[in-house]
């Protein structure tokens, strides 16, 4: 598979550890509620925490974070800024997502690309084996992501439920049928 199509591993790789340290700082920032008065017994606590994890957002601790994940990744990160994605214990899954690069318009896609694609979402393979290493192999399943991002990109006939694998049975039957679909110009 052409280089440009894939995710840009090699970068993630460089740059995980002090995005990783980053995105601790930043959950931290966002999971600090220690400036306020938490009720632990009433029933409305969890959704103050929420509200007070949103507005710890909004500080410019936080922008500082967003500031040198920008200067870090060299790229926007406002899509990033979504309080569901970064209230979470796990730093190293945001990170990993902030890291992976987007996918780009490819003008000559080939038919056999395309196939090679949908195989990568039909193994649920996404790795070569000189692509493993612990930051990657441990997130690829987000690579799935990646990938189908790539194809509505690319392929008008594109839809998502083409992949919904209880309602397709796509495992099963459906992966020449689908390349066909997506193909079809």
């Known amino acids: 598979m052409r280089k440009e199509l894939k995710p840009?591993?090699?970068?993630?790789?460089?740059?995980?550890?002090?995005?990783?340290?980053?995105?601790?700082?930043?959950?931290?920032?966002?999971?600090?509620?220690?400036?306020?008065?938490?009720?632990?017994?009433?029933e409305d606590r969890l959704q103050r925490i929420i509200n007070i994890a949103k507005e710890n957002l909004e500080s410019n601790?936080?922008?500082?974070?967003?500031?040198?994940?920008?200067n870090i990744i060299g790229k926007d990160i406002a899509k990033y800024h979504n309080i569901n994605l970064w209230f979470r214990p796990d730093s190293e899954f945001v990170a990993f997502k902030?890291?992976?690069?987007?996918?780009?318009?490819?003008?000559?896609f080939k038919k056999e690309e395309l196939k090679e694609i949908i195989t990568k979402i039909w193994k649920?393979?996404?790795?070569?084996?000189?692509e493993l290493n612990y930051?990657?192999?441990k997130f690829s399943y987000q690579l799935i992501y990646y990938y189908k991002?790539?194809?509505?990109?690319?392929?008008?006939?594109?839809?998502?439920e083409y992949f919904e694998y209880e309602r397709s049975h796509f495992f099963d039957d459906n992966r020449e049928e689908i390349i066909n679909k997506i193909w079809n110009k």
């Open 61 to 70: 601790s936080f922008k500082i974070i967003e500031k040198e994940l920008e």
């Open 135 to 137: 930051y990657i192999s």
């Open 8 to 42: 840009n591993l090699e970068f993630i790789e460089r740059i995980f550890p002090k995005v990783n340290e980053l995105t601790k700082k930043g959950i931290m920032i966002i999971s600090d509620c220690s400036s306020y008065k938490i009720d632990l017994f009433s």
């Open 149 to 160: 991002e790539l194809l509505k990109l690319n392929f008008e006939n594109y839809k998502p």
């Open 124 to 130: 649920r393979s996404f790795l070569e084996k000189d």
């Open 98 to 108: 902030i890291c992976l690069s987007d996918p780009i318009k490819i003008n000559n």
